[in-house]
C-alpha cells in the first residue's frame, strides 16, 4: 500500500535532487507493474518534460528501440543496469550518435562499477546516477552520482545518500561490524502489505512516531553514503 503522501515526498524529492527540468525528455521502457516506471511518469508530469514510451515488443528490437531514443532525442535513460547492459556494445550507443542522452539513472538492481566506466567512456558528458529502494519505501530512497573516480574504487558502486525526509538506520545487532539490515524510516514508507498483518509484524514498525521498514538488503556507512552487500 502507498499513500499519496508518500508519492509527493518522492516527487518533491527528486524534482529537486535528481537534476532534470521541464526540458527534459524521458525515455519510459520499464513496464507500468514495475515501479522504476514510475520515476519516468512522475517526473515527466510534475516537472512538465516529455515522456516517451516504449511498448515492450520494442525493446526487444535493439535497432528500433534506439532509433526511438535518437529520433525523440531523449536526455533521461532510466532502466535496471542488466537493461542498459544489453546495448553497452551496440554501434549506436555512443554520445556521437546520440548527443541529446545526458543522463543515465539506475535503479532496481545492484549498479556493477564496469557499467558506469563503459558509460563514461561512450558518453563523457552524460551523468550517471544510482538510486536504490524497495517499493515498500516508494520507488527509490537514496541517490549519488556515480563520477568515474567513484566508478574505479571498488567493484561495487554506492547506492548513495538518504533522502531528506527520510533516516536510513543499520541494525548490526549492537555488536562492532559495520555492517547490518538496513532500514529505512520516513513518510515514504508503506503503511504495509493489505491483508497479510502476518508480513507486517515482521517488516514494519514505529521508529520515533515514524514508519520503518526491515529491507532484509545488508549494507554500511562509509563516508556519509551507503553501499550495498546483498540480501
Not at 541494525?171 to 504495509?192: C, K, M, Q
Request: with cysteine.
Amino acid at each position: 500500500q502507498i499513500l499519496r503522501s508518500s508519492v509527493l515526498t518522492f516527487v518533491d524529492w527528486s524534482t529537486t535532487a535528481f537534476g532534470f527540468s521541464s526540458k527534459d525528455v524521458f525515455l519510459n521502457q520499464a513496464p507500468f507493474t514495475f515501479d522504476v516506471s514510475l520515476c519516468d511518469l512522475l517526473n515527466a508530469f510534475a516537472l512538465g518534460g516529455t515522456l516517451v514510451l516504449s511498448a515492450a515488443e520494442l525493446t526487444k528490437d535493439q535497432d528500433a528501440f534506439l532509433n526511438r531514443v535518437i529520433h525523440y532525442k531523449c536526455s533521461v535513460w532510466t532502466s535496471t543496469p542488466s537493461f542498459v547492459f544489453i546495448y553497452l556494445r551496440h554501434p549506436f550507443f555512443t554520445s556521437g550518435t546520440m548527443p541529446d542522452l545526458r543522463t543515465f539513472l539506475f535503479m532496481g538492481e545492484e549498479l556493477p562499477s564496469r557499467t558506469c566506466t563503459t558509460l563514461h567512456t561512450k558518453f563523457p558528458e552524460s551523468r550517471v546516477l544510482n538510486a536504490y529502494g524497495p517499493t515498500e519505501a516508494t520507488i527509490v530512497t537514496t541517490l549519488v552520482e556515480i563520477t568515474p573516480e567513484i566508478a574505479t574504487q571498488q567493484a561495487s558502486v554506492p547506492i548513495g545518500f538518504p533522502m531528506p525526509a527520510s533516516t536510513l538506520l543499520i541494525d548490526n545487532g549492537g555488536g562492532d561490524i559495520r555492517e547490518g539490515e538496513l532500514i529505512i524510516v520516513g513518510p515514504h514508507v508503506s503503511p504495509g502489505y493489505f491483508n497479510r498483518e502476518d508480513l507486517n509484524e515482521k517488516k514494519f514498525y514505529m521508529h520515533e512516531g515514524q514508519r520503518a521498514f526491515r529491507t532484509g538488503d545488508v549494507a554500511y556507512y562509509e563516508q556519509g553514503m551507503i553501499y550495498f552487500l546483498g540480501r
